[in-house]
């Protein structure tokens, strides 16, 4: 909250830089009682693409700006899990990384109707994982919304609160991801995606446009996922 921060550390368009953030939820931590659930928002590598002191990259256009922010954060997250092996509650503590949303740069080559647009990453860190799952990858498409399930699951702890949330870890769960811009949706699993343009009533994207069934039951269910969110959430 920037409520927490003194004026002076309030030094960006978006408030105070994430070094200062991780910083501040380290001092938080160290006077929390365990156990604790803490979530950080990292701002910094937003537009307009502000760091303290020299940007790594340079800042002349905005994908030099991108890699700069993200070159900071990068830094600040390393100094932060070096400081947080040091706290009596690191080892009993699972770490969890995820994007928000997906970006054109540094890249600059994929639309807002592109799959490749929201594709993110979601690391789980820690000690308290086992070494059998150190390292590994699992490519299963899912969203940020699976990530209550699948850690509830972890922890043997109900999740069936969280209607929207799958256990990514599950072997049996079907592998899908509803993903939306400003006016379009997009729906995506094991082996096929397709993305509408809500305003002009065609498809954006489709990587088998030979197959019309799947693309039609895709395309229904992605229409179908927006109604119903839709739909719930005016009835709260």
Not at 72 to 81: K, V
Not at 88 to 110: Q, R, S, V
Not at 219 to 231: H, I, N, P
């Amino acid at each position: 909250d920037k409520n927490s921060f003194e004026q002076k550390d309030m030094n960006s368009k978006w408030g105070a830089f994430d070094g200062l953030v991780f910083n501040k939820q380290l001092d938080d931590m160290n006077q929390t009682k365990q156990p604790f659930f803490s979530t950080i928002l990292s701002l910094t590598n937003h537009e307009p693409f502000e760091v303290p002191g020299k940007p790594k990259f340079g800042k002349k256009d905005p994908i030099q700006g991108f890699k700069s922010t993200a070159f900071y954060t990068d830094s600040c997250i390393n100094s932060y899990l070096t400081e947080a092996k040091k706290q009596a509650w690191y080892k009993n503590t699972l770490f969890i990384f995820i994007a928000d949303h997906g970006h054109l740069f540094p890249k600059n080559k994929h639309e807002i109707s592109d799959p490749q647009r929201y594709h993110i990453p979601l690391i789980f860190y820690g000690d308290v994982i086992k070494d059998e799952f150190k390292g590994k990858k699992i490519d299963k498409v899912g969203s940020q919304q699976d990530v209550a399930a699948t850690l509830l699951a972890q922890l043997n702890i109900p999740h069936q609160d969280f209607l929207w949330s799958k256990n990514l870890l599950n072997p049996y769960t079907k592998h899908f991801a509803f993903f939306s811009w400003d006016n379009g949706l997009g729906f995506i699993n094991d082996d096929h995606c397709v993305t509408f343009d809500n305003i002009g009533k065609n498809i954006l994207y489709n990587n088998k446009p030979q197959d019309k069934e799947k693309t039609n039951t895709n395309l229904t269910t992605g229409q179908s996922y927006l109604q119903t969110v839709y739909q719930q959430f005016i009835k709260l």
